[in-house]
């Protein structure tokens, strides 16, 4: 059987799981009413990088169910080019957030024997990994499975072999794996990648001695990476490069869910870096893309189109 052609800017592979969120106040065992959404770390940067203008491609397992298909249908009505396996034995995993008080939520999680876990490296012929311009995967891919943490790696060989940028979010997830495991993993694939992206505690699993963006700098050298691009939250985000740092403020906006905001921030600098923008520019894009995606709800849903970036040309940046 052929292949299906797909030739796209950026290619992302993980899963994307069915999400319930609770709208009652109080323990999960006695709400009532609920909303029914997805989310997903790659799946969120596919929708937002779709919406900044560049073509996406993501790659999964989801199960052949009713979650699987608002996942699907919802994704292709974002324009997102979906290459999936449905599978019949494994569901698609579930996330349920309970309001468990006013002002803090718990995520329950379904997943261990979720569609995604069972990825594996032929999932994803050679030809669309060679087709993209960039390969975008998370951490949280490579916690699910052995099998999820081969794709990856095979992924990344075959991106590195024909010479396809390589973008890692390392997206740690406690309740995945140990910060051992993560971090022999993230050693594992970094010298596969060219743009690195992490908070400052995920960066140090990689080199303990990791304080500021600033002691990022010497991983540059040690594992060739390209970039290294530090997100601070409210303090804005770093890009650590052979030319130096460059900073950028974060934008002030009315915060409403911080879910997906770095996910928005990562396609915002990779639609702006294919694009040949300046590392300012590109760090300009990311943290409008996170600002705006904080001002709604959900995982995905506040991500901006690239007109809307423009809404933050009023807005004070945040002094650091």
């Known amino acids: 059987m052929s292949t299906p052609h797909l030739s796209v800017d950026i290619l992302t592979v993980g899963e994307s799981m069915g999400l319930v969120v609770m709208e009652d106040i109080g323990p999960l065992a006695t709400a009532d009413r609920a909303r029914v959404r997805f989310g997903g770390a790659e799946s969120n940067v596919a929708i937002a990088a779709t919406r900044l203008g560049a073509s996406v491609a993501w790659v999964s397992r989801l ?12 994704l292709r009505g974002e324009a997102v080019d979906v290459r999936v396996r449905r599978d019949t034995h494994r569901p ?9 008080t006013s002002t803090s939520t718990r995520v329950h999680y379904y997943r261990s024997s979720s569609a995604a876990t069972a990825l594996e490296p032929d999932d994803i012929p050679d030809e669309w990994v060679q087709n993209a311009r960039l390969v975008h995967v998370t951490g949280i891919t490579s916690a699910l499975s052995p099998s999820a ?7 990344l060989q075959r991106a590195r072999d024909a010479g396809v940028t390589v973008s890692l979010d390392l997206n740690f997830r406690s309740a995945l794996w140990s910060t051992a495991e993560a971090a022999a993993e993230y050693i594992e694939v970094l010298p596969f990648v060219d743009l690195l992206f992490g908070g ?3 960066l140090r699993l990689v080199d303990a001695s990791i304080d500021t963006a600033a002691a990022a700098e010497p991983l540059l050298r040690r594992f060739s990476l390209n970039q290294v691009i530090v997100k601070e939250g409210a303090h804005g985000a770093t890009a650590v490069s052979e030319r130096g740092l460059t900073s950028h403020p974060a934008y002030t906006v009315q915060v409403n869910d911080t879910v997906g905001a770095g996910d928005a921030f990562v396609a915002g600098y ?3 870096w294919l694009q040949d923008h300046s590392i300012d ?3 300009d894009r990311a943290t ?3 600002a705006l995606a904080c001002t709604v709800p959900g995982d995905w849903e506040g991500a901006p189109l690239l007109s809307e970036l423009a809404l933050l040309d009023s807005a004070e940046p945040v002094e650091r």
């Open 281 to 283: 520019r590109c760090l």
């Open 200 to 202: 400052l505690d995920e």
């Open 270 to 272: 990779l639609t702006a």
């Open 92 to 100: 698609t995993g579930l996330m349920i957030k309970e309001r468990r």
């Open 149 to 155: 943490r081969m794709t990856v790696r095979s992924v």
């Open 63 to 74: 199960g052949n169910d009713g979650l699987g298909d608002k996942i699907e249908r919802t």
């Open 288 to 290: 409008r893309a996170g």
